[in-house]
């Protein structure tokens, strides 16, 4: 078993009813989270109550699992915060609470609900100008009344929603709550508040659940947005509960989701509460850490792992798709035992370096041939399970005329869900067969012809909508571009660069390197490069900070950062002392210094 270091004993043995722990990247919190586990498992009194070990994403609570050895299984509870908010406050409570509900029932983000154009068959989904009630997030209050925001574009940041278009979207929403139930994670959250902050029912349902789990861990913190954490706080501040919450407000890196860091601080006032810290990295070489701190986005210096040999490389190259792979391959020929991955902002750039790139698919009018369509991108970037979800939603749309048809509703059309989900599924592989050879009126027509057969085959009851023929796309403005633009090529091994796996900086949160290549792309805009970026006051821009920190801090080894020449000479003339802290050198030069098989002694 390992021994803790001084900064992890003093939080094992820390005796407050609730302990916050800000912890620095690779300071071995997830250790640390079993190793509290374990022990409050060594006298846990009762076998009706339990631990719940909550966290923001899946991965983590896996993580927990894996440090455990072991899966907590009942009384316990290991999973996301959402799924434990729903399950023992929203599925039981809410109808109670608020008897206008239909009964609840979670969207969750994969089934790509911000694309759905109705809910029911007289119900859409959007109001104002486009904009989507499930693409719509609660990030916090003011006097008393909830602020919105929405996306109204990919690629930017979220904007409160104000007057009538806030007015039309809540009552919107409403509608959508009493006939239908449907929930998304932001509104799960919201109403999870709603309940456990009702004067009547509110403590009530709090003393119900910290009976049940009288001890809650939080594990990435950082990530819980306004909701999320307003429910766990009012969950702690129950004398009788106890808390452990561990994370670090510089690598939040949700805010799209509504998560703000500096909700991190509320926690630190419930009564009770010790604010503790683990500030040295159990993973980070000195040069590394050295980096890092220049965009840590709280200030301060990161206390580095003394065992860990590695250096911090900043490579410019001239053509990013022709140059990284370079860079990438000679790291991978030179240690082949070595954990290396690729890592990237934006999926664009992955898919730049994977030759994968694929364009927004312009409308043909017909719903269910454009979800299908997504259907099919998703699958090519694996993304199985938004893929599934996307090629339901065009069934749905094709035979109920509308998204999110649930079990009771293929029930009463005499649909077995097995059976609709394996129509889904061939539906999905199908069209991932049709040729890209031709327009993308050309792919429609033919995927409309093969959904017309497959529908037909599988022999639907008579009092259903569905008319064969009807699915055909339009000659709207993009009808003509070859196909090919607008469907990443299929790759049966997945996203990879020179054979090493690439992901952006999102999917690769919570994971340890030996090498890490954190590729940054050639802004056209200087004003976006990260010499202006990463070190702008503007509120908007310091989550790209923290992102950049995220990506910076997960190698125990060697961090090889990739940027344009254009960029490292911004970097060079505003931020000298970032640049100091690297090895700078080109291409030809980096591949040299890795065949030296830099940073080996930190090979597991």
């Given amino acids: 078993m390992r021994t803790p270091t001084h900064e992890q004993r003093v939080v094992i043995e820390t005796d407050a009813r609730v302990r916050v722990v800000r912890a620095a990247p690779g300071s071995g919190k997830t250790w640390l989270v079993s190793e509290v586990i374990r022990k409050e498992l060594d006298t846990w009194p009762a076998r009706t109550s339990g631990i719940a070990a909550l966290s923001f994403t899946r991965v983590a609570g896996n993580e927990i699992r894996k440090a455990m050895g072991h899966d907590l299984g009942h009384p316990h509870f290991v999973g996301t915060i959402d799924a434990f908010l729903f399950r023992y406050v929203i599925r039981p409570h809410l109808r109670r609470v608020f008897t206008w509900f239909a009964d ?16 029911a068959s007289n119900q859409s989904t959007t109001v104002g100008k486009g904009i989507n009630l499930f693409g719509c997030v609660y990030i916090g209050e003011e006097n008393g009344a909830e602020v919105i925001a929405y996306k109204s574009g990919p690629t930017l940041p979220l904007q409160r929603l104000t007057g009538y278009d806030l007015r039309q979207v809540i009552e919107e929403k409403r509608k959508i709550w009493a006939h239908r139930g449907l929930l998304t994670h932001s509104d799960a959250a919201f109403w999870a508040t709603k309940v456990l902050e009702d004067r009547t029912f509110g403590p009530v349902v709090r003393v119900e659940i910290i009976r049940r789990f009288p001890f809650l861990i939080v594990d990435e913190l950082q990530d ?42 509320t926690f630190e006032t419930i009564a009770g509460a010790a604010r503790l810290t683990l500030a040295r990295s159990r993973r980070c070489a000195a040069a590394v850490a050295a980096a890092a701190a220049h965009v840590k986005d709280s200030g301060g210096a990161i206390e580095p792992a003394e065992e860990r040999v ?25 240690r082949t035992t070595t954990l290396l991955k690729v890592i990237a902002r934006a999926t664009s750039t992955v898919e730049d ?34 893929a599934l979800a996307a090629a339901r939603a065009a069934l749905e749309r094709a035979v109920f005329q509308h998204e999110g048809v649930d079990d009771e509703e293929l029930a009463a059309a005499s649909i077995d869900p097995g059976d609709w989900k394996a129509l889904a599924v061939r539906c999905l592989l199908k069209a991932d067969a049709i040729a890209t050879s031709g327009t993308s009126f050309d792919w429609h027509t ?62 690769v949160k919570g994971e340890t390197h030996d090498v890490t290549v954190f590729v940054c792309p050639k802004t056209s805009n200087a004003a976006r490069c990260p010499s202006a970026v990463w070190w702008s006051t503007d509120d908007e ?41 690297f090895e700078c050198m080109t291409v030809a030069e980096c591949v040299i210094a890795l065949g030296n098989k830099i940073g080996t002694k930190n090979m597991p």
Wanted: glycine residues 10%; positive net charge; charged residues 25%.
């Fill in 353 to 386: 370096l994977t030759g994968r790139r694929a364009g927004n698919t312009p409308s043909l009018h017909c719903p269910p041939l454009t979800h299908l369509h997504r259907a099919v991108v998703a699958f090519r970037r694996s993304r199985n399970v938004s």
């Fill in 446 to 507: 033919e995927v409309g012809g093969m959904l017309d057969g497959e529908i037909t085959d599988f022999g639907l009851s008579p009092g259903l909508a569905f008319v064969a023929g009807r699915l055909k796309p339009k000659k709207h403005r993009g009808w003509d571009k070859p196909c090919a633009n607008f469907l990443p090529q299929s790759m049966a091994d997945g996203r990879a660069l020179a054979g090493v796996p690439i992901h952006t900086v999102h999917g």
């Fill in 104 to 119: 609840p029932r979670l969207v969750v983000g994969e089934w790509g609900a911000e694309h759905w154009a109705r809910c």
């Fill in 224 to 265: 819980t947005g306004y909701f999320l954490g307003k429910s766990i706080r009012l969950l702690m501040e129950e004398t009788t509960s106890s808390g452990f919450l561990v994370g670090d407000p510089d690598q939040a890196i949700f805010e799209f989701t509504g998560t703000r860091p500096d909700l991190f601080n």
């Fill in 310 to 334: 590695g250096r911090a490389l900043l490579v410019r190259y001239s053509n990013m798709v022709l140059d990284v792979p370079k860079v990438v391959d000679a790291v991978r020929s030179t």
């Fill in 541 to 581: 821009d310091r989550e790209e900070r923290r992102i950049a920190y995220v990506a910076m801090t997960r190698s125990r080894g060697d961090l090889i950062m990739c940027v344009s020449d254009a960029c490292y000479q911004r970097l060079a003339v505003a931020h000298p002392e970032f640049v100091a802290s």
